[in-house]
């Protein structure tokens, strides 16, 4: 079974752009969640999805959005990009909302 | 809301040394607790879990023991390796708030030869 999948690995985008980063879930799993990790930081929840709908955000402002797909991958979105969106992008997938977990290594996004 | 607060880092410890990482958490509900490890570069991998107050979760000779009465979830592993050193991160789950991940800012570990 293949595991988390995100893509790019790394991106450099300017203040004001927009980016979308992927992921695609673990099989079988069908909630994903998103984070950013600043440097030196522990992961802060942004939303998760199950089954397409979202179910749950954190502090995070409007211009954080996302979709899940009927294939249960998934789409990070971010517009207007500032500088402290600079930070590490985690996807995580589970079976149903709380069960285990696993991560993908993450996007590395950098806004210059 | 729901906290988890780690020990500071980081940890510097020679090869075979005792491991102890602190971790206690504040939840309103009953939360499952864990413990991720990141590699340089990589995301989290999932160490250990534990889901009732007194259940101990164990992996790799990594430890750690669900204290409901001191809400406490501290790591332990007795003969440390290089390959341990990473940065580990306590989390707790709570089903009242949608299960999602709350993360401590995470301990830097670096093992010693």
């Known amino acids: 079974e293949t595991g988390v999948t995100q893509s790019p690995t790394h991106l450099i985008k300017t203040r004001g752009q927009q980016v979308t980063l992927r992921c695609s879930s673990q099989?079988?799993?069908?909630?994903v969640s998103w984070y950013q990790q600043a440097l030196g930081q522990g992961p802060q929840f942004i939303f998760q999805?199950?089954?397409?709908?979202?179910?749950g955000r954190g502090n995070f402002p409007p211009r954080f959005s996302g979709l899940q797909f009927p294939n249960y991958s998934s789409e990070l979105n971010v517009n207007a990009l500032e500088l402290d969106d600079s930070a590490l992008y985690l996807c995580?997938?589970?079976?149903?909302?709380?069960?285990?977990?696993?991560f993908g290594s993450g996007t590395r996004l950098t806004v210059v | 809301g729901d906290s988890v607060t780690q020990m500071e880092g980081p940890v510097t410890l020679s090869e075979e040394a005792f491991l102890t990482i602190n971790c206690t958490y504040t939840?309103?509900?009953?939360?499952?607790l864990f413990w991720y490890v990141q590699y340089p570069g990589e995301g989290l991998q999932l160490l250990l879990k534990?889901?009732?107050?007194?259940d101990k979760g164990s992996n790799k000779g990594f430890e750690a023991t669900y204290r409901k009465e001191t809400t406490s979830f501290h790591l332990e592993k007795g003969s440390v390796q290089v390959s341990d050193s990473a940065v580990y991160f306590c989390?707790?789950?709570?089903?009242?708030?949608?299960?999602?991940?709350?993360f401590g800012q995470g301990t830097e570990l670096s093992v010693k030869p």
């Open positions: 099989s079988g799993h069908n909630t």
């Open positions: 995580a997938s589970s079976f149903d909302r709380g069960g285990g977990y696993t």
């Open positions: 989390a707790l789950s709570d089903d009242n708030q949608g299960g999602k991940l709350i």
């Open positions: 534990a889901t009732k107050a007194d």
């Open positions: 999805y199950y089954r397409e709908e979202e179910n």
């Open positions: 939840a309103t509900g009953y939360p499952s």
